[in-house]
């Protein structure tokens, strides 16, 4: 398949010497069916400005212009890559822009102009894909600047990302990203499907911000969850007891039996607990 008369991915990658770095958590996705698959669950991408993390070659950059995007921002910290993606720029004029730099360091809200429409769509490296989801989970005011984040992680990553109570891999991540927004794991994709191929098996996950999460202040949740997950096992009246407060009160304002643990309560119920405990600290 080809979505475009620009070379092949693997000729691009021969002419400008990118060897994927480990350091870099590079992985090159050379398969456009997937790069343009990718690019589809985002949903309408005709009117909109898509940021995208660590484009490499542009595999994913090329079916993202080629399928109808307005505009890419592409942020990459390797600059072998730069002069790869500048040949992308010259094929779209106008319509990519390259940002060199740590997509850690990024302020992503003053990359998109106000009132534009915008998604994150990303072949994450896996070494900063949950940092990076967390910031953008967690960046205020909400709703977010971008309608929706389409993202590529290891699969046992998208599986926290999008675990229901009771789930073994329900954590953390889950809580908040379920605070915030609704998650789905679109599509698998194979390690065969990279360059170099990783030992894992990868998801894309699609996720759209809620429009109104349930009222609750963001350090609160935080510090409620870290403290219900760091002993995960235990009962919860014994795992909130570092929280600071009677955690037998906490547990009946929240309307939650003492007996119960982090794993079985629900989203609405860590909301319930963060209220309480932000409740009883300033009482």
């Known amino acids: 398949m080809s979505v ?13 010497g990118l060897s994927a770095l480990k350091s870099l958590g590079q992985n090159f996705l050379l398969d456009l069916n997937l790069t343009s698959k990718i690019a589809r669950t985002a949903g309408k991408l005709e009117g909109l400005t898509v940021i995208e993390v660590g484009p490499g070659p542009g595999g994913l950059t090329r079916a993202l212009l080629a399928l109808g995007t307005d505009k890419v921002i592409a942020i990459e910290r390797d600059r072998r890559c730069i002069a790869a993606l500048a040949e992308v720029a010259a094929h779209y004029p106008g319509r990519l822009e390259v940002v060199e730099g740590d997509a850690l360091a990024a ?8 009132s534009t429409r915008a998604a994150i769509v990303a072949n994450l490296p896996y070494n900063i894909a949950t940092p990076l989801l967390v910031g953008w989970l967690t960046s205020d005011p909400w709703p977010p600047w971008y309608e929706s984040l389409t993202l590529m992680f290891q699969r046992e990553v998208a599986e926290r990302i999008v675990a229901a109570s ?7 991540l889950a809580v908040l990203t379920g605070w915030r927004a609704n998650a789905r794991i679109a599509f698998d994709v ?27 202040e963001l350090k609160a949740l935080e510090k ?11 009962m919860l009246r014994q795992s909130l007891k570092s929280l600071g407060v009677d955690a037998g009160k906490l547990l009946a304002a929240a309307g939650i ?15 319930a607990l963060a209220n309480a405990w932000k409740a009883m600290r300033t009482a």
Do not use: M, N, W
């Open 4 to 16: 475009d008369d620009l070379p092949p991915l693997r000729e691009v990658i021969r002419e400008h």
């Open 107 to 114: 302020d992503y809200a003053a990359l998109i102009p106000a």
């Open 166 to 172: 009771g789930s073994d891999h329900y954590g953390r």
């Open 190 to 216: 194979p390690a065969s499907a990279f360059v170099p191929p990783p030992k894992v098996t990868s998801s894309v996950v699609h996720i759209v911000p809620r429009e109104k999460p349930l009222p609750c």
């Open 224 to 234: 409620v969850t870290e403290a219900a997950f760091g002993q995960r096992r235990k």
């Open 257 to 271: 039996e003492p007996t119960e643990r982090a794993e079985r309560i629900p989203v609405e119920g860590f909301v």
